[in-house]
């Protein structure tokens, strides 16, 4: 049976693993990404994963990354979590580590969108747009007749750069107000500072949902925030379904609920549309990026 190594770069992580034919994923490594430490200190993280696994029977390797990726030549048109990040030539770097491999190098919110329409919760979908909901707000589309869309320039879907509060916070891609200054794990944290001018995590501010009315207060800023948002993806694209993803949404139980009636509350025609949390959360884009080395090592024998 054939197997790939799956590489999902994340703001915090790095979560690696064997995936095979199935989807399934038969060994996993994590570490710390150390993104303060910049590009040739996540390279070498990247890389000791990837040696965790390496097998002789391993033929490809795939790599996810944040920001705009041109997937034709493997390079980071845009990334604004590494320093030193954007303008990297991923298949290069990795290709002169591991000669002899396929390599396949992908935006990890489209990664996370494949997985899903793979085996998870878009597998019944023809058409269905995802969010990733982590440290940043990533996105992606898919339609049965075209598959994900890139976009002319490898930006299509980046949902977390669409302005959602014109003049709002500063965003690192060096717009104001952008969606994911307001909705993502790192949102949480600004909502509550504001609130409160004390910096807290946003699994720290879930903590306290019980015994702080402030961290109430920021969670449903962000619930309200991100209803009015897929009331958008949904008169934009009129999917089958939106699908939710990211480490975020292991919180939902303490506002799934809420979101879903924020939306029914905002949106001017919302039946009829599926909205899912996604089944393989932080494992999507170990699996997504894999399948796309497996299918092109069927496609080439």
Request: glycine content about 12%.
């Amino acid at each position: 049976m054939r197997r790939a190594i799956g590489v999902d770069l994340g703001g915090t992580k790095i979560s690696a693993g064997i995936v095979d034919e199935y989807g399934n994923i038969v060994k996993k490594v994590e570490h710390e990404t150390h993104a303060s430490l910049g590009r040739d200190a996540v390279i070498e993280r990247i890389s000791h994963a990837v040696d965790e696994l390496m097998e002789d029977s391993i033929e490809g390797i795939g790599i996810t990354s944040p920001g705009f990726i041109d997937t034709d030549n493997g390079i980071v048109l845009f990334a604004g979590n590494i320093e030193g990040w954007t303008g990297l030539d991923m298949k290069e770097t990795f290709r002169e580590r591991y000669p002899g491999k396929k390599l396949k190098i992908q935006n990890d919110a489209n990664m996370a969108a494949l997985s899903e329409k793979w085996i998870g919760a878009g597998r019944d979908f023809k058409s269905f747009v995802m969010l990733t909901l982590g440290t940043g707000l990533g996105g992606a589309i898919y339609h049965e007749d075209m598959g994900l869309w890139e976009g002319f320039r490898f930006q299509g879907a980046e949902f977390g750069h669409m302005i959602l509060y014109p003049k709002g916070r500063a965003c690192n891609c060096g717009q104001d107000g952008c969606a994911e200054k307001y909705i993502a794990g790192s949102a949480l944290s600004l909502n509550y500072l504001e609130l409160t001018h004390n910096k807290l995590t946003g699994p720290q501010i879930i903590e306290r949902l019980e015994s702080d009315e402030l961290a109430r207060l920021a969670l449903d800023k962000m619930i309200q925030d991100l209803a009015v948002f897929l009331v958008t993806m949904t008169n934009c694209f009129d999917p089958e379904g939106i699908i939710l993803g990211g480490g975020f949404i292991h919180s939902r139980r303490h506002w799934w609920d809420a979101l879903l009636e924020a939306y029914q509350r905002e949106c001017n025609r919302p039946d009829g549309i599926q909205i899912l949390p996604a089944r393989f959360l932080n494992d999507s884009g170990i699996i997504g990026v894999a399948k796309t080395v497996l299918d092109d090592m069927r496609r080439n024998g």
